[in-house]
């Protein structure tokens, strides 16, 4: 798999102002996961106090100016927008640097569809799950489009780090260790990282939110449903236990729409 990890200016020394970070994703592609990775990270490195806030990476710098400012961002909410309104100028990133965290759009719509019923207290989605596959507000055609948007803008930021959540899950230290060379933080212990990946194990997330350790954030509406959880499931491809023959295929016909870019392959999953 190749990831695009492009980086034109890193400043060396300690950080600045102007060294600001964005993790940027589509809701539901893994980015709780990758905040509570980074944040244990960076709790157990510094020696920070058991209640700091781990998934607010965007405070880590007040408590240690090594740290860079960390935010994290869904780049406007476009699960609540059909494709041609989703925002194509990002010049507003040309400063900073950005994470962009992806995950197969097929497998994002079926995790959106259980957050938007069970989780979404803004925007409740009432209808079925078949009938959110040809949904035209954050549905298919929105999840490829703002894909799309950023392939064309992968160059706009002052650095940009690609990262799949599917290769997240397959070999997470590997992954991670991408994320803190692209974050400078290149002296972190191979135990740190490992202890880390460990605490945020999908098994151990789940323990996390059934015991409401992070309020709100990371809580299921309700214990007993598993599909209220925000970690939900996680599994790669799980669309597929879900979908039948023929919405498997109208989200493949989507996926050709999908830049080369992120390299997903398609055309082994359709259903005869």
Known sequence: MNFEFIIRTLRKGGYTMSDQYSIISFPKCGRTWLRLLIGKILKNHYNFEDNINLLSLNKFYEYNESIPSIEVSHDNNPQYKQKDELVKDKSKYKDKKV?????????????LYFHRKKRDRRKKYNGTLSEFVYQPVGGIDSIIEFY???????????????????????????????????????????????????????????????????SSILKPMDP??????????????????????????????KMKKLSDFYNYNIYSTFVD
């Open 99 to 111: 994470i962009f965290l992806v995950r197969d759009p097929r497998d994002v719509l079926v995790s």
């Open 148 to 214: 799309n948007i950023w392939a064309k803008n992968k160059s706009v930021p002052e650095a940009f780090l690609l990262i799949k959540y599917e290769e997240l899950r397959e070999n997470t230290y590997r992954e991670i260790e991408k994320v803190l060379s692209f974050l400078r933080l290149d002296n972190v212990k191979k135990k740190t990282i490992k202890k880390a990946i460990e605490y945020c194990s999908f098994k151990n997330m789940r323990k996390l939110e059934k015991n409401n350790e992070f």
């Open 224 to 253: 007993e449903d598993i599909e209220s959880y925000k970690t939900r499931r996680g599994v790669v491809g799980g669309y597929k236990s879900y979908l039948n023959r023929e919405e498997i295929n109208y989200l493949n016909r």
